[in-house]
């Protein structure tokens, strides 16, 4: 074994719970099934979970807790949106609507997932903010494995699977 720690350029597979410090709610979690493989120092990560992890060693468990702005970002008012109920008669035939319901609309730029925050009879208030945005998250990380990029990894920009190869 060698003594690689979390640097960048490293691979390192992570197990990982994500929890809402206000609530304890785990919004996220990697139990019970493989773990989270990155490329550290390619942004693939958020910014402040990668901070937080240097230096770590394989078996190495670590709980931080980051504020918004090293995680998902603030909340951007501009990005809540006013939508004519009308867009949405199709999808109404099949579901109807309701608050706090998470739907996908087709953006110019691609696909955009929002949440509903609030319905008239003619308007469908959109926010497009990431569910997490504004938020302070608490993670515990514990670290699965750790390895050297391989050079075609790092020409891509991102871990390729065990051992570095495509699958």
């Known amino acids: 074994m060698t003594d690689i720690t979390i640097e960048e350029n490293t691979v390192a597979s992570v197990h990982y719970t994500g929890t809402l410090p206000d609530s304890g709610e785990v919004f ?11 490329l550290v120092g390619h942004k693939q990560m958020i910014p402040g979970f990668e901070e937080e992890m240097m230096g770590a060693k394989v078996g190495e468990r670590r709980e931080f807790t980051l504020t918004s702005d090293r995680a998902y970002g ?6 809540v949106l006013q939508i004519p109920r009308d867009n949405f008669a199709q999808l ?15 953006m110019p730029h691609g696909p955009s997932p929002f949440t509903v925050t609030e319905l008239t009879d003619d308007t469908v208030t959109a926010d497009f903010n990431h569910a997490l945005a504004g938020q302070s998250l608490t993670f ?13 990894e790092l020409a891509h920009g991102h871990a390729h699977g065990p051992g570095g190869h495509h699958h």
Do not use: I, Y
């Open 140 to 152: 515990s990380v514990e670290v699965v494995e750790l390895r050297a990029a391989s050079e075609e």
């Open 74 to 79: 603030g909340r951007d008012d501009d990005a």
């Open 28 to 38: 996220d979690s990697s139990e019970g099934r493989d773990p989270l493989t990155f």
């Open 92 to 106: 109404e035939g099949e579901t109807p609507l309701e608050v706090g319901m998470q739907l996908v609309a087709q």
